[in-house]
Nanobody, 115 residues
Framework: QVALVESGGGLVQAGGSLRLSCAAS????????MGWYRQAPGKQREMVAT???????NYLDPVKGRFSISRDNAKSTTYLQMNSLKPEDTAIYYC?????????WGQGTQVTVSS
């Protein structure tokens, strides 16, 4: 059974930083694409950043240069380093695992950026 457990969310002032972590279990982590998505109130869930099993990266345009996704296969953990946070980054952030066209999701962690 796949389990994705996020941590690291919280309240931060604009311009600050947070680091999200996603610990995975029940999957072959090294062969699984990982990603972070977010959903703000009244909006659809959107992809923030992804890292493929082979390491290729993809980012949502508004977070390029501010956010950085990484993975540690030895720890089965994915990270999202978020710098220069803006109020518009406020959302619930979800960890995603994708393998063979099948998605698994974490429970989400709240990120709130105050102005």
């Amino acid at each position: 059974q796949v389990a994705l457990v996020e941590s690291g969310g919280g309240l931060v002032q604009a311009g600050g930083s947070l680091r999200l972590s996603c610990a995975a279990s029940g999957i072959d982590f090294s062969t699984t694409g990982m990603g972070w998505y977010r959903q703000a109130p009244g909006k659809q869930r959107e992809m923030v950043a992804t890292v493929a099993a082979r390491g290729s990266l993809n980012y949502l345009d508004p977070v390029k240069g501010r956010f950085s996704i990484s993975r540690d296969n030895a720890k089965s953990t994915t990270y999202l380093q978020m710098n220069s946070l803006k109020p518009e980054d406020t959302a619930i952030y979800y960890c995603n695992a994708r393998r063979g066209g099948i998605d698994s999701w974490g429970q989400g962690t709240q990120v709130t950026v105050s102005s």
